[in-house]
């Protein structure tokens, strides 16, 4: 199966850009989304697709992709972005192929 | 605007199946093109998938859990379920329904605290 790689903290000045990657063999294939959560809720989500954000979240927030990293970019990181973020995307092995998510990132905004 | 609600016990002893439903309001649990799913998060720790129905009936879930997990649908109530046999205190978890389209987890319920203790 697959497995997706995150840092575990990263940290960052209030407003300046931050970016949070995901490893993983099965994102040569497939894009990651991201979620954010934060104590206490259920995850949002932030970023899908090749870059694009559900309506709602703030165009600071976006993703990129190569190889077999995926990132997540917050320019001009806000007090209200500190949270844990995770990718997430499937197993290598087809359509139907199981999910599996990143171990998760706390972002730290200073 | 779709919701998500989970709803079962907060408590399950050691040996004994965890049951949980997430009751989908706003839409129609048989709408085309989406996976209905299972993710957990134990305390202090990450997010990890259980488990999804798609649509027309078919079923995914976790290669680690494969052997002990069920999710099923109930159409007629729109509802979805979890069974998770043999449980331990390792599967003691937030335990969140959500529902995929082609744009990732869109739409998650509150989650609900299940723990296994005698």
């Known amino acids: 199966s697959s497995e997706l790689t995150q840092d575990p903290a990263v940290s960052v000045a209030l407003g300046q850009t931050v970016r949070i990657t995901c490893q993983g063999d099965s994102l040569r294939s497939y894009y990651a989304s991201w979620y954010q959560q934060k104590p206490g809720q259920a995850p949002v989500l932030v970023i899908y697709g090749k870059n694009n954000r559900p309506s709602g979240i703030p165009d600071r927030f976006s993703g990129s992709s190569s190889g077999n990293t995926a990132s997540l970019t917050i320019t001009g990181a806000q007090a209200e972005d500190e949270a844990d973020y995770y990718c997430n995307s499937r197993d290598s092995s087809g359509n139907h192929s199981p999910w599996v998510f990143g171990g998760g990132t706390k972002l730290t905004v200073l | 605007q779709l919701q998500l609600q989970e709803s079962g016990p907060g408590l399950v002893k050691p040996s004994e199946t965890l049951s949980l439903t997430c009751t989908v309001s706003g839409g129609s649990i048989s709408s085309s093109s989406y996976y209905w799913g299972w993710i957990r998060q134990p305390p202090g720790k990450g997010l990890e998938w259980i488990g999804s129905?798609?649509?027309?009936?078919?079923?995914y879930y976790n290669p680690s859990l494969k052997s002990r997990v069920t999710i099923s649908v109930d159409t007629s109530k729109n509802q979805f379920s979890l069974k998770l046999s043999s449980v331990t205190a390792a599967d003691t978890a937030v335990y969140y329904c959500?529902?995929?389209?082609?744009?990732?987890?869109?739409?998650w319920g509150q989650g609900t605290t299940v723990t296994v203790s005698s």
């Open positions: 959500a529902r995929r389209g082609s744009s990732g987890w869109r739409v």
């Open positions: 129905i798609y649509y027309s009936g078919s079923t």
